[in-house]
């Protein structure tokens, strides 16, 4: 595996590659990684991937300063997943100067996470695209877990017809149901025996919604707040919305999807799950 630190070795690296698949990560990886990884292989002869936490996406509130920063342990994961180039630029190379062009994302980067995190969709999307100028693969791949990220991603990519495709993978979750997160290791050893109940509140969420149908969604809603709040969480959002739009659905019939993001201690959440 070729690890390389900027841009123009990069491109010249890939510039002879015929089919690149990208999974662009902020490091500290995890096996829903290791999943994305290898759902790569299936699509491309070149597996390319990279490791930058990017500073435009954090609010001036959040973890960017103690996000974990584990490039050794990082590689020698990738390498043994297999992937052919690990691009991990320092700041400078990829910021070479203040960054004043941004991605302005559609409006649904203001809904949900975006209503919590103002700006971090125009980070994400910033990064992004300039990550995919770097690499120019021809498929990119996703994790579900960050389903409006990928949403947002998926519209970028078609509103500026970047010649990717974006493939969406599942989460890959612990055998007690919660989703794998770099920021789990936040969690003390009583909040991770705790964290598996927001998983099991959609669950139990969908299950209603099956049974009673979307007429009741905000009620619904709002019981599933009560339950994780009655158990100690800072909940910021539970909605049911459509996978079309992330809007609230209206009437019968829409593909739906529950979105969650809630706080336990100091590590924030987030979790969906398809209807």
Excluded at 5 to 23: M, T
Excluded at 79 to 100: K, N
Excluded at 195 to 211: D, H, M, S, V
Aim: hydrophobic share 45%; with cysteine; glycine share 6%.
């Amino acid at each position: 595996m070729e690890i390389l630190h900027d841009i123009p070795a990069l491109r010249q690296a890939l510039a002879k590659r015929e089919r690149i698949a990208f999974v662009p990560t902020m490091g500290n990886l995890h096996a829903g990684h290791h999943a994305l990884m290898r759902a790569a292989r299936q699509y491309a002869d070149t597996v390319v991937a990279s490791v930058f936490i990017n500073r435009l996406q954090f609010g001036p509130a959040e973890d960017f300063e103690r996000y974990p920063r584990t490039l050794d342990t990082d590689s020698a994961q990738l390498r043994a997943a297999g992937v052919d180039v690990l691009f991990a630029p320092a700041e400078a190379s990829l910021y070479p100067e203040p960054q004043t062009c941004f991605v302005e994302p559609p409006d649904l980067q203001h809904l949900l996470e975006g209503a919590h995190r103002p700006g971090h969709f125009r980070g994400v999307a910033t990064v992004v695209l300039k990550l995919f100028n770097c690499v120019r693969p021809q498929i990119a791949l996703f994790g579900k877990k960050d389903y409006q990220q990928l949403m947002l991603i998926r519209a970028m990519t078609r509103q500026l017809a970047l010649p990717i495709e974006i493939v969406g993978i599942d989460t890959v979750r612990a055998p007690d149901g919660l989703a794998l997160s770099s920021r789990n290791g936040y969690l003390s050893p009583e909040e991770r025996e705790e964290a598996p109940f927001l998983w099991q509140t959609l669950c139990a969420l969908r299950q209603r919604l099956l049974e009673d149908g979307a007429a009741r969604h905000g009620i619904l809603e709002q019981e599933a707040v009560r339950a994780l709040d009655a158990r100690g969480w800072e909940t910021d959002y539970v909605a049911i919305r459509r996978r079309t739009d992330l809007l609230p659905p209206e009437g019968e019939g829409a593909a739906l999807v529950i979105l969650a993001a809630a706080r336990l201690g100091k590590t924030r959440l987030i979790d969906n799950l398809e209807v």
